[in-house]
């Protein structure tokens, strides 16, 4: 079994896995850095040849990451908007949602090297339209939520690991 970080960026999905794969003994895997170690930098991957090329990609390395076992698995915070990508990784895993608050997201991401998610040129706007974009498909296929907003991360890692303990 794997337990699956998903949620928006800055979120806290890196930062808790790494710390619940210490904990656990679990391997790590960012979807995020596997795609980075493999086809270089994801702000120029996007510039050069679009996001529809990124997403391409990123399904292949969720095809390879989704056959792990005992992994702590952080995706990119899209990764749930492909159906192949949700039924590859649900066969062996359990999806726990981290969530926050709009202006944690805005505060943690504002100066990210990630590109942007849309045209807009308002970083709050740009939050909204995609958060309401992605949340319904979240919460369909969360087995667990948990807001992360007044939480430490090593809080929010012994948090899932009660939570893995009850399956």
């Given at each position: 079994?794997?337990?699956?970080?998903?949620?928006?960026?800055?979120?806290?999905?890196?930062?808790?896995?790494?710390?619940?794969?210490?904990?656990?003994?679990?391997?790590?895997?960012s979807?995020?850095d596997?795609?980075?170690?493999?086809?270089?930098?994801i702000?120029?991957?996007?510039?050069?040849?679009?996001?529809?090329?990124?997403?391409?990609?990123?399904?292949?390395?969720?095809?390879?990451i989704?056959?792990?076992d005992?992994?702590?698995?952080?995706?990119?915070?899209?990764?749930?908007?492909?159906?192949?990508n949700?039924?590859?990784?649900?066969?062996?895993?359990?999806?726990?949602?981290l969530t926050?608050s709009?202006?944690?997201i805005?505060?943690?991401?504002?100066n990210s090297?990630?590109?942007r998610?849309?045209?807009?040129?308002?970083?709050?706007e740009e939050?909204?339209k995609?958060?309401?974009?992605?949340?319904?498909v979240?919460?369909?296929i969360?087995?667990?939520?948990?807001?992360?907003?007044s939480?430490?991360?090593?809080?929010?890692?012994?948090?899932?690991?009660?939570?893995?303990?009850?399956?």
């Amino acid at each position: 079994m794997n337990i699956i970080l998903i949620g928006f960026r800055g979120t806290g999905k890196s930062t808790v896995g790494k710390i619940l794969s210490k904990e656990t003994g679990w391997k790590f895997i960012s979807s995020d850095d596997e795609i980075e170690n493999k086809y270089g930098k994801i702000s120029n991957l996007v510039s050069d040849k679009g996001w529809e090329y990124f997403r391409r990609l990123e399904e292949d390395v969720i095809g390879n990451i989704a056959k792990e076992d005992k992994t702590i698995i952080a995706t990119g915070g899209g990764v749930v908007m492909n159906s192949n990508n949700v039924q590859n990784l649900k066969k062996n895993g359990k999806f726990i949602l981290l969530t926050t608050s709009k202006e944690l997201i805005i505060n943690r991401i504002k100066n990210s090297d990630r590109p942007r998610l849309t045209t807009s040129t308002c970083i709050e706007e740009e939050v909204d339209k995609i958060l309401n974009e992605r949340m319904p498909v979240y919460l369909s296929i969360a087995d667990y939520m948990i807001d992360t907003s007044s939480l430490t991360p090593k809080d929010i890692a012994e948090k899932i690991i009660k939570m893995v303990k009850m399956l």
